[in-house]
Structures are given as structure tokens and as C-alpha cells.
């Protein structure tokens, strides 16, 4: 990849390079300012022009954060607001996907190995966009009531609307249709794709949603957010402290709130969430409703969960920074201290629901599907239900290669969407093999239609009235409302 090739934008001139196997690529293109102190919790500024011609040939920062090294993310730096482009050709006018990175708000890069898209750019014929944003309590703590901060609300949110704003304005240079974007995001990703379908500002920034294991209910109320934020300054001889310490300082603070357990979404009966204190939350302005309560227009969705969610939290979750649990053993005081915890208000009703429900399984996989359901998969399926015509929806059955206990486990999805299977990684959760290659054809096939078409392949049906579901496994296939009695019982249980 020696050779360059020139772009202008509206900031000034970029080099990028060829791929190996075809089109190009930029990295690291800043479309906003750095993240100094003084503006770590500002909305941010665009960047402003350089002269001359960019080098745009390297990978760029994540934002400041604290990551398992695992999943490969590298350095940090406070000049991290910047995204990747991938075009087959900077000529003509392709549909646009524009990628947004999990780790739950809390870890995560755009410069991850498992999401360069060139072989998505390349397969579909599209132009593919991966964005940083800021991370944490910069990204998603609410500081609103301390003024001598002149904070902004939900920083993170406003970083991706700038960064659409970028695509809108200079990606016809790309050879990309600023008509024509998908947003797609996997995990907090996906929960931020779910989240800007409700925020009005970015109804004209994109026009399809892909959500992977993300959900439409990862959302505070500002008083939950202001509680978060209240617990990390109440340490601090004074607020402004958050503007004047290091960055490394800061990422020191913000850990107690980890330890949070905190109702999101905006139903009567609250679903727990611990281990993400950092979520968007309602604001005065930006944010007003979820997706699950909005007025929502008629874009086409794409969306869905892997089999076995949470099996990755439960067996592995030193991968995403967790303890080891080697030689854990779960038995039933676990299964019901978790569901209590869960859904503290109706425990007592949908844990023998679960039980009745699943006559012979043990408490771990019980954990496994109340968690996947209560965190990913109900979410899910109720936003589907709000645009049941326009939403077509899939589950993801291919088992982790590495370690098979973990089954269809978070994150097993993006390997194949995005066939970077011989990455580390990619080895790890598809495995090796023709029967993978097959498979992420077909979802990358899936996923390039539905940029371009606004629907998968035709043989795909909408989740209508009869509640169409897509399989993907070794011999992927269509099922019929096959989540029934799972979303029963959560309808009774929970009155959605």
C-alpha cells in the first residue's frame, strides 16, 4: 500500500493509500478539536483547516480510556475525535455505512483490527466510516448542575452528530451518496444507533439503522446521570478539579462509578444496569425520548442479538476487562440474586416464569438467556414491534471457536459482517474454515443490500405481523416468531 492518492474536503487536502486487494483508504481524519481539559466536557468544535496536504495513511488514537488489551485497542490520546474511510473508488456515488465501535461507552476504537472494512468496502461496493467519539463520564456524565463547568450534555452523542455532519459534507469526495447513509454499531454501537433514531437533530443525517446486540432502552433519565455525576464530585475539593486534572487522573476517578447499579430506560418498572454508568441520558435539548417512545419516521432497521449474549460476561469476562471465573460454578441462590438484582419489581414473577419455561436447564443457562433477553434481546425485538413493516430482524447461532461453552456469544457477529476472520480475534469468536467464509458472504451480502436497497436480500422477510426471524449459523434459515414465549412473559411481567 505505497502508492497515495489526494482528496480535498472542506477542512483541506488528505494523502491516503491503496488497499492491498483494491480501493483506498484514509485513517485518522480528524473531524473535530482535541479533547484538552478545558473542553473535555464541551460539545465539539470542528476542526479547523490545515495547510497543505494531510497524511492520512496511519491509525489514529482511541479516546482516553482504560481497556483490557484483549480486544486490541492501543494507545489513547486526547486528539482522538477523528474517523477511518474505505472507498472502492473516491470516483462515483456509492451508498455510505457509517460504523460506530462498541465497549460500552466505556472502551473501544474506530482503529480495532476487527472492524477494517476493506473487504465490506470492497465485497458491497460501498463507502464505509468508522468514528471515535468520547468515552466514559466525558462522553456520558451529566455535569449540567455544576455551571462553573459549562458543560454540555451527552458530549458523546454530540461527537457522532458532528461526525455525520463531516459525512454529509465531504463524503461525495469519497465517492460515497451523503444521501444514502446507514449507521450500523455493534454492542454500545449499537445502542447509539438505537439511541440517535429518537434524537431529531440527526433525522437528516442518515437515512438506515443497523443495530447489533445493542438495545433502544440503554438510556438514563437526568436524574439518574446527575446521581452518577454527584458521586464522582462529591470526592473533589471542588467541581472545577474535573477541567484542571490529567487525563490519567481523571480515568482514576471515574472508576468507583463502575460499581454503580442504576434503572435505565424510561419504563414504570426498572431494569438494573451495572457495570455501564456511562449512558446517553434525557436532556433539555438533544435527547427527549428513546426510540422505544419517540415519534419515529419510517427508516428502514435492521436489527438483532446473538443466540448467547451474555455467556461472554458470564464465562470469559476477563476478555472485556472483567476477573477471571475459571472453575466458577453457578447454582440457584446465583440465578435468583441475579434476577433480583436485574428487575428488582417483578423477580418474583419472572423468575419461576424462567424456570417453567426451561424444565431441565441448569442456573448458568438460565443466566445466560434471562441476561441476553433482559439486557439485548427484548429491547431489541420491542423496537422492531414499533416499525414491525420496515424492521427486519436476525439472530446470530454460530458458536465461539475458541471457547465453545460460550456458544453464540457477544460480539461472535463481527468477525463475519466485517470478514476480518483471520484477525486474532476474528480466529478467536468465527474460527477458520469454509463454512465461516460462506457465512460472512452471506451477512455481508445482507448488510450491503440493505445499505443500498434499504432491505436485506429479498428472500428476507420483514418482521411484519408475523414476526420473521433470520438465523444465521452453518445452515442459516428463516424462523417464525421464534422469541414467543420470551416476549410473553417480559409483556406480562413488565407491561410492554
Known sequence: MSQV?????????????????????????????????????????????????????????AAPQESPDFLGIGAWDEDCLHLNVWSPDVHGRRAVMVWIHGGGYWSGSNAQRLYDAESLARQQDVVVVSVNYRLGLAGFGDWRAYPELAADSNCGLRDLLLALQWVQTNIAGFGGDPTAVTLFGESAGGMAVATLLAVPAARSLFHR???????????YRADVAQRVS?????????????????????????RSSLRSLLPRGLD?????????????????????????????????????STRDEWSLFLYHPELLGGRRTDGQVYGEEDWRALVQRGVPERAALLAP????????????????LFESDRIFTMSSLRLAERIRDHAWVYRMDWPCAGLRRLGA???????????????PLGQFF?????????????????????????????????????????????????EQDPYRWRRQIWRQCCGW
Open 5 to 61: 492518492i489526494r482528496v480535498e474536503t472542506a477542512a483541506g487536502a488528505l494523502q491516503g493509500e491503496f488497499c492491498a486487494h483494491g480501493g483506498v483508504r484514509f485513517l485518522a481524519i480528524p473531524y473535530a478539536e482535541a479533547l484538552t481539559p478545558a473542553r473535555r466536557l464541551r460539545a465539539p468544535l470542528p476542526r479547523r483547516p490545515w495547510a497543505g496536504l494531510r497524511p492520512a495513511v496511519s491509525w489514529g488514537a
Open 209 to 219: 439503522a443497523i443495530v447489533q446486540s445493542g438495545s433502544a432502552d440503554h438510556v
Open 230 to 254: 454527584a458521586d464522582v464530585c462529591a470526592v473533589l475539593a471542588a467541581p472545577r478539579q474535573l477541567q484542571e486534572m490529567s487525563w490519567p487522573e481523571w480515568l482514576r476517578l471515574q
Open 268 to 304: 414504570a418498572v426498572p431494569l438494573m444496569q451495572y457495570g455501564m454508568p456511562a449512558l446517553p441520558y434525557i436532556d433539555d435539548d438533544l435527547l427527549t425520548q428513546t426510540a422505544l417512545t419517540a415519534d419515529l419516521d419510517e427508516r428502514p432497521l435492521l436489527i438483532g
Open 353 to 368: 416464569a424462567y424456570e417453567d419455561a426451561l424444565p431441565g436447564q441448569d442456573a448458568a443457562a438460565r443466566m445466560i
Open 409 to 423: 456469544c457477544h460480539i461472535v457477529d463481527l468477525p463475519f459482517v466485517f470478514a476480518t476472520l483471520e484477525t
Open 430 to 478: 468465527a474460527g477458520p474454515g469454509e463454512a465461516a467464509r460462506r457465512l460472512s458472504t452471506l451477512m455481508q451480502d445482507h448488510w450491503g443490500h440493505f445499505a443500498r436497497q434499504g432491505r436485506p436480500g429479498a428472500d428476507w422477510p420483514a418482521y411484519g405481523e408475523s414476526a420473521w426471524v433470520q438465523v444465521f449459523a452453518e445452515n442459516s434459515h428463516l
